[in-house]
């Protein structure tokens, strides 16, 4: 049976309480972010270990990535921080993290280029000498996500699946299957199948038994799953009114639940639900998909 894991759920609580409640909620494992390894001043891999629970990989710095196709001084910076994080993460003993290579609307790629290409051959170079797994994941332009993973078909670069961003922005593409062998690392979270939600499995619009069917094709994912829920949340819809927004998102398996509430430019999820209790249901629901793909491998 596929190991279960998560990465560090945000909440209120200071992160040592927050990573032994999904230890004692029965989690495998568990990934984090570039930001919260930041703000721990690089304490919380020494945390994990403490709870007993391994870290897998590290999600690097999204922000901004699309400028990474683009001549000038933004398009540097932003390689330059990721060679810098792959240093800096591989010294602290993370040696698989996640990257974006589009992210956001706001700001249009420039289309896949020599540009980028040579950036991006500057990251493996800095991954290999630093024995580091890339993992892309798919997200909002597939043209940008196909061209790295063609092109840079070496060890040092793998797969990262987010089924929630491939039911929102790529449903016409077998991701998993394209790259079934490839795949190190997991994003499982839910949505409406237009907006990035990062909501609970089983409470958006995916469908589960497709996506544990192509997990179950895959290596990887026989043995390990992660979930990247994004937590009690508000999700900002500019200019909507609650009857909009309740209207947009009339298509969620937890809709009329309770499980969010509208109100004026936003959708707020999973209001006052206390942290434990959120983190036994997401643990409860990841179980319910580790048992489906199970249930497919045999």
Request: charged share 25%; glycine share 10%.
């Amino acid at each position: 049976m596929p190991q279960i894991g998560t990465y560090l759920v945000k909440g209120d609580l200071p992160a040592e309480d927050r990573i032994r409640i999904i230890r004692d909620a029965g989690f495998d494992f568990i990934c984090i972010g570039m930001k919260a390894y930041a703000e721990s001043e690089g304490k919380l891999p020494e945390l994990c270990v403490k709870y007993g629970l391994p870290i897998d990989n590290i999600h690097l710095t999204g922000e901004r990535t699309n400028f990474i196709w683009s001549e000038g001084d933004e398009g540097e910076e932003i390689c330059e921080r990721y060679i810098r994080e792959i240093t800096e993460c591989s010294a602290a003993g993370l040696k698989k993290g996640i990257v974006h290579v589009t992210w956001g609307k706001k700001v249009t790629p420039e289309p896949p280029s020599d540009t980028g290409f040579s950036r991006y051959e500057r990251i493996r170079e800095t991954a290999a000498r630093c024995g580091f797994t890339v993992c892309v994941e798919n997200s909002i332009f597939p043209g940008h996500f196909f061209s790295v993973l063609d092109r840079f078909d070496v060890p040092e670069f793998a797969h990262c699946f987010d089924c929630g961003h491939w039911n929102a922005f790529m449903r016409d593409f077998d991701v998993p299957g394209k790259y079934s062998t490839r795949l190190a690392a997991t994003h499982i979270h839910d949505n409406d199948g237009v907006h990035d939600l990062h909501i609970l499995p089983f409470d958006g619009s995916a469908d589960w038994d497709l996506i544990a069917s192509k997990l179950a094709s895959c290596p990887f994912s026989r043995e390990k799953i992660c979930s990247e829920f994004g937590g009690a949340r508000e999700i900002t819809f500019k200019g909507k009114n609650p009857g909009q927004i309740e209207e947009m998102l009339s298509g969620l398996a937890c809709a009329g639940t309770g499980a969010f509430r509208a109100v004026d430019g936003a959708a707020v999820f999973y209001e006052g639900i206390p942290y434990e209790e959120l983190i036994a249901t997401l643990y409860g629901r990841m179980k319910k998909l580790s048992d489906m793909v199970e249930a497919r491998i045999h």
